[in-house]
């Protein structure tokens, strides 16, 4: 999945790294716009600010997600192939990993929803990591995808793009 990165992108970090301070930076009052924004266009939510909580990126996101979502011997799924800090994340966090691998079959990954729904069934896993568009496999789950994961489920909790947690 390498590619080049958009000129846009590339003049913006230009920019940010021509001021030379490089240590801690406070997050404008225009990230949280823009994100209670585009959840309020998109899907007609309504998002607090103070729901929010800003982090460096994905890989940190990760391990702080479970951290807050459960407790030490609570089961995480996730569906590999996945990126390694997946397993790190739940193993330092002294979760069990359930694994619930994708299907490759006419050169394109799919879900086994019955191996989730059995594998979800257990009131041990209390949170499935979910990469969306998919790391390694370059998928984008379709909307009919996603509705199914959520299918039969008291209460599903959503933290875009990585994790859901799994309440009954």
């Known amino acids: 999945m390498d590619f080049r990165t958009a000129p846009a992108i590339v003049d913006a970090l230009r920019r940010r790294v021509e001021h030379g301070i490089f240590s801690y930076t406070r997050v404008p009052d225009s990230y949280y716009e823009a994100v209670t924004g585009w959840f309020a266009r998109r899907h007609g939510w309504t998002i607090d600010r103070?729901?929010?909580?800003?982090?460096?990126?994905?890989?940190?996101?990760?391990?702080?997600?479970?951290?807050?979502?459960?407790?030490?011997?609570?089961?995480?799924?996730?569906?590999?192939?996945?990126?390694?800090?997946?397993?790190?994340?739940?193993?330092?966090?002294?979760?069990?990993?359930?694994?619930?691998?994708?299907?490759?079959?006419?050169?394109?990954?799919?879900?086994?929803?019955?191996?989730?729904?059995?594998?979800?069934?257990?009131?041990?896993?209390?949170?499935?990591?979910?990469?969306?568009?998919?790391?390694p496999a370059g998928r984008v789950w379709k909307r009919e995808e996603l509705v199914r994961i959520g299918e039969n489920r008291t209460q599903l909790y959503t933290l875009p793009y990585q994790a859901l947690r799994i309440t009954k």
Not at 98 to 122: C, H, M, Q
């Open 50 to 135: 103070e729901w929010i909580i800003y982090t460096s990126g994905v890989v940190p996101a990760i391990p702080a997600v479970i951290k807050a979502l459960t407790v030490p011997g609570d089961k995480v799924l996730v569906q590999p192939p996945v990126y390694n800090c997946f397993f790190s994340s739940i193993c330092n966090n002294e979760c069990e990993m359930v694994s619930s691998p994708l299907v490759f079959a006419s050169n394109t990954f799919t879900i086994d929803y019955e191996d989730l729904e059995r594998k979800t069934g257990n009131p041990k896993v209390k949170v499935m990591l979910l990469c969306n568009p998919h790391n």
